[in-house]
């Protein structure tokens, strides 16, 4: 009531963003709101923040080359992502999610911004639904959020089968479950999604997309997983296909280890849609990539310092192997500290080496040499 009735009496617009974030401010004081007797809001948050430097005197702080007289910049701080995430527990068996990056603001926020924005209707282990907007299982990269990647970013192959539709944030419907009382624990995902990407206001075409996924728990440090879709996308049939292996060991107290590696393959239909007189088939526009990123971690009893990270990966990631393709290599290392538990809070300090097979003068394929120092904070 005083929130409302300081409302009424200001018309500014600092009244109204109190009135309007309120319930944030007050859960981040720890009190829980309630929407009915069994229905609760949880609100929860991640902010990253970066400093790019470009090592090359043509290159700018995305990678691109310049060889004329233009102004462009070498160095930059900047928000990478500002995230909001909603979390109402309607029931033992519902809830809904959403998740928002403010960070798109910075840039051209048009289809993005929304990330997250689904219903999850759960029976138990075996039968769980999902509907909405939301990443689908296609890899082992969609297992975690951005804020516990093992490196700076997810990996160029994943931002690239995400623009076809593979990963990243879908609209549609999936059907998940975990088998977990057996000799190999099997989890298990299988989706429909119009297959057009995020935050679109409804699908372009009758087609859809259809990907399933099978992890297989290998004893108690390994999991297997493969990965395989089909579809259609404005008429022309589309595949992809993947497979995944994660080691995780505890060494002892202070020593930690993770290997993870990732092939996948597929078709460019963002490519082939591109051009004003496409190649035929389809299929003759092709994409691949594999990974490869071991991570090693020393835990300390320090009251502030509780990790330290050292990771490297090594990515090979063609967009058009059948045709003109220009390969890229990318060599990742990088160190991380983390100050809380669960990356709360957590500083890395990378270096990006991007190889292409050929440089093509004033554009992103050319190589590169950057450094990036990035902080996190999750609440």
């Given at each position: 009531m005083l929130t409302t009735s300081l409302l009424m009496k200001s018309s500014s617009p600092l009244s109204f963003l109190i009135f309007l974030f309120f319930p944030i401010l007050a859960n981040a004081q720890g009190i829980n709101i309630a929407v009915s007797e069994k229905a609760k809001i949880n609100f929860s948050g991640m902010i990253q923040t970066q400093f790019n430097y470009s090592l090359d005197d043509d290159i700018d702080i995305t990678g691109k080359h310049h060889s004329g007289t233009e102004q462009f910049s070498r160095n930059s701080f900047s928000v990478k992502r500002a995230r909001l995430q909603l979390n109402a527990v309607i029931s033992d068996?519902?809830?809904?999610?959403?998740?928002?990056?403010?960070?798109?603001f910075t840039g051209n926020p048009q289809n993005k911004v929304l990330e997250n924005a689904y219903i999850k209707y759960s029976i138990n282990d075996y039968v769980n639904f999902q509907f909405g907007q939301f990443r689908p299982q296609f890899g082992q990269e969609d297992n975690y959020p951005v804020d516990f990647v093992r490196s700076i970013d997810y990996s160029n192959q994943y931002y690239l089968f995400g623009s076809?539709?593979?990963?990243?944030?879908?609209?549609?419907?999936?059907?998940?479950?975990?088998?977990?009382?057996?000799?190999?624990?099997?989890?298990?995902?299988?989706?429909?999604?119009?297959?057009?990407?995020?935050?679109?206001?409804?699908?372009?075409?009758?087609?859809?997309?259809v990907p399933a996924r099978l992890v297989f728990g290998l004893g108690k440090n390994t999991q297997f997983g493969v990965s395989g879709g089909a579809g259609k996308n404005l008429g022309q049939k589309i595949w992809a296909y993947g497979a995944d292996i994660d080691y995780k060991k505890k060494i002892n107290e202070k020593w930690d280890v993770e290997f993870v590696s990732e092939y996948?393959?597929?078709?460019?239909?963002?490519?082939?849609?591109?051009?004003?007189?496409?190649?035929?088939?389809?299929?003759?526009?092709?994409?691949?990539?594999?990974?490869?990123?071991?991570?090693?971690?020393?835990?300390?009893?320090?009251?502030?310092?509780?990790?330290?990270?050292?990771?490297f990966r090594?990515?090979?990631?063609?967009?058009d192997?059948?045709?003109?393709?220009?390969?890229?290599?990318?060599?990742?290392?990088?160190?991380?500290?983390?100050?809380?538990?669960?990356?709360?809070?957590?500083v890395?300090?990378?270096?990006?080496?991007?190889?292409?097979?050929?440089?093509?003068?004033?554009?992103?394929?050319?190589?590169?040499?950057?450094?990036?120092?990035?902080?996190q904070a999750r609440f």
């Open positions: 068996r519902i809830n809904a999610v959403m998740l928002v990056n403010f960070g798109d076809n539709s593979w990963q990243s944030f879908q609209i549609g419907v999936s059907y998940f479950g975990e088998i977990k009382n057996s000799s190999i624990p099997i989890k298990y995902a299988i989706g429909v999604y119009n297959g057009n990407n995020r935050n679109q206001i409804g699908d372009n075409d009758d087609g859809k997309i996948k393959q597929g078709i460019n239909s963002v490519a082939y849609f591109a051009q004003e007189n496409p190649v035929v088939p389809i299929n003759r526009y092709a994409m691949r990539g594999i990974y490869l990123q071991p991570n090693l971690g020393y835990s300390f009893k320090n009251v502030r310092l509780k990790k330290m990270e050292f990771a090594y990515e090979y990631l063609d967009a192997f059948k045709q003109e393709g220009n390969a890229r290599q990318s060599y990742i290392p990088m160190v991380s500290a983390s100050f809380a538990e669960a990356y709360a809070i957590r890395q300090l990378g270096y990006l080496i991007d190889r292409y097979e050929r440089n093509i003068p004033n554009t992103t394929q050319y190589n590169t040499n950057r450094i990036i120092c990035q902080v």
